[in-house]
């Protein structure tokens, strides 16, 4: 049964490390809604160099590379 989380993925069509991210919480059952940021100035100049970045509701980033262990330890302090 998939976490409704309330999660962010930042990251753009294409990117090889933003699907690996994917992956990651798909293998979690963490649902996250991914954001392409390409479509978005903004987004462009916060996250270009940094995707991809797992973002929560209060604000908290996961910054890339993460892997399963990590996510847990993020979900479990928010």
């Known amino acids: 049964m998939p976490i409704e ?3 962010v993925l930042y990251g753009t069509d294409g ?3 933003c699907k690996a991210a994917g ?3 798909t293998d979690l ?3 996250a809604t991914a954001v392409d940021i390409l479509g978005d100035d903004h987004l ?3 996250y270009g160099l940094r995707i991809p970045v797992l973002r929560d509701g209060a604000g908290r ?3 890339w ?3 399963a262990a990590a996510v847990r330890r993020f979900l479990g302090d928010r």
């Open 65 to 67: 590379p993460f892997d």
């Open 29 to 31: 059952g963490v649902v």
């Open 15 to 17: 990117c090889h490390l």
């Open 5 to 7: 989380s309330g999660l």
């Open 23 to 25: 992956e990651v919480l």
């Open 44 to 46: 462009l100049q916060r």
């Open 61 to 63: 980033e996961l910054g």
